[in-house]
């Protein structure tokens, strides 16, 4: 820990997450939005599924940590939601496992402490054209992509848990398949545009988590701030 202290939100899923910096990323427009704010944590592990996650949820959230997250933001399913390969291995998950899988993981984050909220995002489309062209054949499907994303969706509303329906809102644009993203699957600045403005209008709906509401680090006037042409000095903490 550096201090001092901010709000910590972690962001805990597979590529989607590991890759939400690069290329304009959704992570990159929360860590922009929440400067000097909150600190955006990444814990993304591109090709794991919700089995894997399991197998390490205690290690990345210990629930004996002294200082524990205002927020949870995760994302498992698209690779889940491959079909299964004859020989039983590769990531896939049957559905009603994934299901209780995040289960564990919503009631495992919930439990961390009484401040802790959770956010689940559910699986996006896929273009499987685009796929076919980038990456060649890799099991996924866009039906594949719905019914994991439709199952997410009815999970969290069971344990009240807030949630972002990605399936509905990257398909909101009618050009989502050429334009969201960079190979089929993983997103463009376009596809994380549209995540980053899900995600930030979800939070203004919590005061305690709302980049608005939350204080800026360090904005007390200064002498050391630039000075006008009056000779007057311009706080610019909160540009």
């Known amino acids: ?61 210990p629930k004996d940590a002294a200082v524990q997250p205002s927020l949870v933001i995760v994302y498992f399913g698209g690779n889940d ?15 009603p496992e994934y299901v209780e899988n995040m289960k564990k993981i919503a009631m495992h984050l919930k439990g961390l402490s009484e401040n802790t909220h959770v956010m689940f995002l559910s699986t996006p489309p896929v273009n499987e054209e685009q796929i076919l062209e980038t990456i060649g054949i890799c099991g996924r499907t866009n039906e ?26 990257i398909k909101q644009r009618d050009d989502w398949k050429t334009v969201c993203f960079k190979d089929g699957i993983h997103l463009s600045s376009e596809g994380s545009k549209i995540v980053g403005e899900e995600i930030l209008k979800a939070l203004a709906e919590e005061p ?3 980049w608005r509401s939350l204080p800026t680090e360090f904005d007390e006037d200064s002498v050391y701030d630039p000075v006008d042409e009056a000779g007057k000095n311009i706080n610019i903490s909160n540009l």
């Open 1 to 61: 820990m550096i201090g001092p202290g901010r709000p910590l939100f972690v962001l805990f899923g597979s590529s989607i997450v590991q890759f939400s910096y690069i290329n304009e990323g959704w992570g990159a427009i929360l860590a922009h939005a929440y400067a000097r704010k909150a600190d955006i944590i990444l814990r993304g592990y591109a090709g794991w599924n919700s089995r894997r996650a399991l197998e390490v949820l205690d290690k990345v959230f």
């Open 81 to 95: 939601s491959i079909k299964p390969h004859p020989s039983g291995l590769g990531p896939h998950v049957p559905l």
């Open 144 to 169: 594949g992509s719905r019914i994991y994303s439709e199952a997410c969706l009815k999970l969290c509303q069971e344990v009240d848990i807030k949630y972002i329906d990605l399936w509905t809102a």
């Open 208 to 210: 305690s988590l709302c």
